[in-house]
């Protein structure tokens, strides 16, 4: 999945991803730059990212940059 951040708060590790398919939003939740090379992320940033559910909520996860695999 492809996306551009909308928001992200760098002290909670909250903030929004718009999915390029659909225009959806996908939550960033604190936990979800591990494992990436990401350590921050600035608003219309692009980037590739994999989706799980918690709790019922779109949640991005495993982030990488936008032109990875494209």
Same mark, same amino acid.
């Given at each position: 999945?492809?996306?551009?951040?909308?928001?992200?708060?760098?002290?909670?590790? /909250?903030?929004? $991803?718009?999915?390029? %398919?659909?225009?959806?939003?996908?939550?960033?939740?604190?936990?979800?730059?591990? &494992?990436?090379?990401?350590?921050?992320?600035?608003?219309?940033?692009?980037? /590739?990212?994999? $989706?799980?559910?918690? %709790?019922?909520?779109?949640?991005?996860?495993?982030?990488?940059?936008?032109?990875? &695999?494209?």
């Amino acid at each position: 999945m492809q996306g551009v951040v909308k928001t992200f708060d760098p002290a909670t590790g /909250v903030g929004i $991803i718009i999915r390029d %398919d659909d225009r959806s939003e996908v939550m960033l939740m604190p936990g979800s730059l591990e &494992g990436s090379l990401f350590r921050i992320l600035r608003q219309g940033q692009r980037v /590739v990212f994999d $989706i799980e559910s918690k %709790d019922g909520t779109a949640v991005a996860s495993r982030l990488r940059f936008g032109s990875d &695999g494209y």
